[in-house]
């Protein structure tokens, strides 16, 4: 794909800002932006900015993964239900967070949701997969307790995150989360030569264990130098300046 040297100016309030990067985006047709339901960066006028970049002619194809499913997790751990209970709830958060952005429709995007990958026939098998590794490599389950540990301390505030008890049975939680999260990972890497653009971390030192498991598992090689992208959002100035000159002219 012959990538276009200039682009429109980013005219909206926010503009995108890549923080950080392990490819060059321009090397690829097809972006994947990976949705969290609680991510105030992914809704709204931020999520906007984030689509109007990435469909102003840098990529011929733009997925949107609402990643709603992979919380039931949190959603079952946060109010102490059932994963059924929880993935109903969580199937919702999608519905809203779809509605709550009406303005996707405008675009040619593809949104695709977590639960389709939890239904594939496969996904129980990369599970076990992938699990079975994370029983035999020390390295790895080092890796998921410094992650879980982190997200733990950044919730700290909340009273669900503050005894012993609780941070056991998160750390259990959030072990079941990521072995998910990279099982679903395999599936979808796997389907589109595309990179990953998220206003956050990545799980990078996780691929750099399990893409070595290849030889055994041939679809994990998907992980091997996953190209990411990490976007952050900053204030447009010539918004502003736009918008004052406008308030002047009316008054």
């Known amino acids: 794909m012959e990538k276009r040297k200039n682009y429109p100016p980013q005219s909206g309030r926010y503009k995108v800002n890549i ?18 339901m609680d991510n ?10 984030l689509v109007d970049w990435s469909c102003a002619g840098r990529f011929s194809k733009v997925i949107i993964i609402v990643s709603d499913t992979l919380n039931w997790f949190n959603i079952a751990f946060q109010n102490q239900i059932s994963e059924k209970d929880a993935l109903k709830i969580a199937l919702k958060s999608g519905d809203d967070w779809i509605n709550a952005n009406p303005f996707l429709k405008e675009y040619n995007i593809e949104i695709k949701r977590w639960n389709e990958w939890y239904k594939n026939e496969e996904y129980y098998e990369r599970l076990y997969a992938i699990s079975s590794i994370y029983k ?11 992650v879980s540990q982190r997200i733990w301390e950044a919730k700290s505030n ?5 005894s012993e008890k609780n941070f056991n049975d998160y750390i259990k939680t959030s072990e079941a989360y990521i072995l998910s999260e990279l099982s679903v ?15 956050g971390s990545w799980l990078k030192d996780i691929f750099e264990i399990i893409c070595d498991y290849s030889d055994t ?14 976007v952050e959002f900053t204030r447009n100035k010539k918004y502003q300046q736009n918008l004052n000159r406008i308030e002047t002219q009316l008054s």
Do not use: D
């Not at 035999?136 to 307790?145: A, D, H, I, Q, T």
């Not at 041939?218 to 190209?227: G, I, Q, S, T, V």
């Open 158 to 162: 909340s009273s669900v995150y503050n």
């Open 19 to 36: 923080n950080n990067k392990t490819a060059n985006w321009q090397e690829f047709s097809t972006a994947r932006l990976q949705v969290s």
């Open 40 to 49: 105030e960066k992914q809704t709204g006028e931020k999520l906007k900015t």
């Open 217 to 230: 598992y041939p679809y994990l090689e998907c992980f091997r130098n996953k190209a990411y992208l990490h």
């Open 136 to 146: 035999k490599n020390e390295e790895f389950r080092k890796v998921v307790s410094e």
């Open 185 to 199: 990972f395999s599936i979808m890497f796997n389907e589109a030569n595309a990179i990953e653009i998220y206003p």
